[in-house]
């Protein structure tokens, strides 16, 4: 159950809310909000316990309505947050009306190799430019990323192209630092239940790309963007990037796009696609990009290597430029038609 | 192997290559082409072994071209076929450069059902009827279909408002029966791997409208269209319908849209997409339409009833008729859009 | 819910319960038992609807008990039939008290090959016999089993040894033949849900030996089994055989051994577990025969070829003669130490 | 490819075949052993390369074999440590010949609650004693542990009975912290990939229990173990907990019994196997672990709480104090008839 309260509800008028949750033998739970504060009350109610809940709560001062939420996410539902968010970062906004491309190598290799991958998205229309420091590998033999050089390579090229940044942080302990060079905290599907690195990602108040796990459950993946709002953290982006296939044989995920309108049903949240991991095939992302957009995505995060061949991580689903100039246009001519902002 | 024979190359000449593959020790497979005559070699090759017969056949009389295709299927294979197929029936075309809308109800429920769900379907510009007489249910306690009465009905329906109409048939021993009664044989998700099915239903000349099982591979999928290819009948339509879902929570299946781009990869077959069991639930029917023809399907199969509510199979996830013309109108303008015909 | 009669309740007895049903508006289903007869009313009550119709049956001359069942099988339920049933075929008994081994090789090949698996069987102290004479085949190039020329074989080899014999059937229309040729009639994993040859192998009244399919979840697998029990035969034996893999690297598919006491305590049925398509591999065949049978499996089907290198079919996941030897000494002294006959 | 140096060999020896990789354009990873040294080479060489390696290193001084590996681990592979690895911690064995039993609650939730947890393990004849501080939770709004307090509990508790403690610890930074009070590191099935995790793991020389994640493939899963070895240490035990299931209806994964020989056959590390979040159910505890043993595991880690009714996380699974005692009693017998110590 929320309660949610008027706009210029006083603190007297909340704390009265939570007391006669508590007389109910209930806890409640303050869910902040931009200029609005609500109540959640986390527990199951019975069905009894429910209407009088109700009752109690819906003439009291300073309730602006109390609404049932079934599901085990609060702050991330569309119950909490009717109005879609849109996440605004460096002069970018992810969310309604909008489309956005995110666009960049899968690790940073080199200021040379990062700068001429930036100019391609910069060139392209592009806005946020992706690029991996710390990369989490399966093998520990493979190539492990350029780390803290890695870092400030980033902050140089967007610095130098005005692109947004944005790269993945893996673990709690390295919020700070990370924090410190890129414009966006993304968190990796491997650590979607990472949850001391959700908390810490949530404090640190960046905006958080929080990927889905290959074998997370929407309500799972919600709930994990639940610990960062729960942080007072609302800008939260979901990404859609593939889970676990039937067949790796063609694909190294399944893209599973149906997510995009189950999530943007449950919750208010922006959503971007990932069709480079999603996919696993350059040759895929494109129509897969395209689909994203017209199944309702707010944008989505393609790889990009100034040289796919040379690539010291995951080459074969980057796209060259001149793929990624082409895929540009032809998401610009669908923005278009389907009255989106690129 | 495939060995592909010129345009008008003689028996004496096909024989001679199937003598060539015998004394080299490997069995030699007639594929029966359009007017044309190709020999596969579905035996596994050494390298050495390729070499020497490549060199073997290539400059014999009638051969037009040795091609090699590492995949396990030789007739659904692009080596065997490069240029895509249109599967043409009743003046419909399925195939590149159009998209088909099939639209009607999970089951013919009675003549007034069916023929009001036709008109809607005729109205809003589809061309392709689909209902079920025959029903797989996974409970034997629940409706099995009109059998026989519904095929009637079909053939009825389908004759008075000029669709083509298509029906699942469930048996290789009803094959015979059903087309008798439809246009288009549909052999649902659960029969993809009932080959004596596919084989009746290769032997029957009519199109064949396969649907991918929850499960089943990519490679398994295009076998199976094998069997039916493999019979003489060319006339094959792949359709996507969702894969065993991750979370059974929000949508019944997965839908694999990147399966589209795949199977045009390696296949000349047209790829139809049914997002009504790829999600099981009406609201995302239209986004995922949407998103199959940006990704490259060509045509949609969807579920539409006069009334849902109603509906004796499936109600969750059919269309209203003002459903179904609200979508006709998207992908109208989608489909202008992209330059192809509805 | 499930009214079940008195042993030697009257047809007038069933009719007055059955009219009771209908008057309260819902239809019944008649569930015919070994001398005893239930009915059943396949629809969903609301509360209030089932405490009333409790009241109404509960009190009427026959009724023995009148018990809820949420799952939406019936007589393959344990509420239905609390104990557990053995099928009893050619003196062979499968179900509570016994482990049953059924051996042989994937298909049938020739008398010889046959004879010999048999013999070995036969020797190790297995009670059936196994071998497939009309193959499902992913592919149609492979070896699709020796048909009719099969049955024969097994046929005679089984009255030769004094095995019972058990091999698959693929379509409705072959019911019949395999059923003159064979005991046991198994229903493959890609049949499960093909509903007419489920029907059709019920009214044989042959045991049937039903394998769970690579993605069927329990309750679609006990309303397969559903199928066959409805038409008046309760000689139906369950079969694990492995589901869809997170990994096909080292295994063709996941057995899922939890499957066995899950089944246990939602049906009847006896459940017999097949190790070699579980795991694909040989070597593996061992550990997972030893693990059903302490899961409480009722038996194990396992793979045996004479020579499996020269095996036509599934040679990676056949035993030798003398691994089969060595697994039936490792499974007898299992079965003593686990108070089973073998 | 593994180079593996005689017992005693040199420096020099080993910096000889390091070099001799050097110039032959690859680089060489030395790879650390008990009293032995080997090297591999990660990268993935030519048929000739590999040839001409192999011939330039097998005759160097004080190399003792040249193996292939095609796996791509390599310290956790059965090429590099041909033996079964025994994980020895607090006088309590893990590994051939032994069955070891861990039990305890779920959460750590008072000094009383996991006293009485401690005596009942002790009792029965168990010696590792479990129990979670740090609780990586789905949900922000569930009990997420008594932290700091729940550790000291632990270590006092673990220190009046005598048992070996085992608890998860959720990120890199608190490795020390857990590694002050508890004898085994756990890492939860979730954060399986979490690398920065693992490398601290690894460098605190604290025996690591690794679990599987729920869609982890078996490379994965060893790739992961590799993280930790290659920080020299040695002490890793492998825990199969269930992957992601079909069904979730009757079970809440899918306990992937067959990965026990699967790891067995692949790596040397000791294999234990967890019933209880395997199938998430108290009732299929037993069948599951006794198959465990069965199957070839080195042990189960089992769930029990003095109450679990009362239980403050995953109470549906945890055995009771009498359940937990008659598991013991099975398994005892069991190992005694499969030569096994307890």
Do not use: W
């Not at 210029?8 to 200029?35: K, N």
């Not at 040379?112 to 399966?138: C, I, M, N, S, W």
């Not at 919750?267 to 696993?280: E, I, K, Y």
């Amino acid at each position: 159950m929320i309660i949610v309260m008027r706009l210029g509800a006083t603190q007297e008028q909340v704390d009265a809310v939570c007391s006669v949750i508590r007389e109910r033998g209930h806890d409640p739970l303050p869910l902040p909000g931009e200029g609005r504060v609500a109540v959640g009350i986390p527990a199951l109610l019975s069905n009894d316990e429910r209407i009088a809940m109700e009752a109690a709560l819906a003439t009291l001062d300073g309730v602006s309505k109390v609404t049932q939420t079934t599901s085990p996410f609060k702050l991330a539902s569309i119950e909490f947050h009717p109005e879609p968010t849109a996440v605004e970062v460096g002069g970018v906004r992810i969310g309604p009306g909008r489309f956005v491309v995110m666009g960049g190598p899968c690790s940073v290799e080199s200021y040379e190799q990062f700068r001429a991958a930036a100019d391609v998205v910069k060139a392209a229309g592009g806005t946020v430019l992706r690029g991996g420091a710390f990369k989490p590998r399966t093998s520990p033999y493979s190539f492990q990323g350029l780390a803290l050089e890695g870092l400030k390579i980033i902050k140089q090229v967007a610095g130098e192209t005005g692109l947004v940044s944005i790269s993945e942080v893996m673990s709690a302990d390295m919020v700070g630092t990370v924090g410190e060079y890129v414009d966006v905290l993304q968190i990796g599907a491997r650590s979607m239940q990472n949850f001391p690195l959700l908390i810490e990602a949530g404090r640190s108040q960046k905006p958080v790309f929080l990927k889905r796990g290959p074998s997370a459950t929407i309500d799972e993946f919600l709930l994990a963007s639940e610990y960062v709002l729960n942080q007072n953290n609302p800008n939260v982006i979901l990404c859609e990037r593939g889970v676990m296939p039937i067949d790796r044989t063609y694909t190294r995920n399944t893209l599973d796009l149906s997510s995009v309108p189950v999530l943007k049903e449950l919750s208010h949240l922006p959503v971007v696609v990932d069709p480079s991991h999603g996919t696993g095939v350059a040759r895929f992302v494109a129509p897969m990009a395209k689909a994203a957009m017209v199944a309702g995505a707010d944008g989505v995060m393609v790889e990009m290597h100034p040289n796919p061949k040379t690539a010291l991580s995951d080459g074969s689903q980057a796209l060259t430029p001149s793929q990624f100039e082409g895929l540009m246009g032809e998401l610009r001519r669908l923005a278009e038609f389907s009255g989106l902002a690129l």
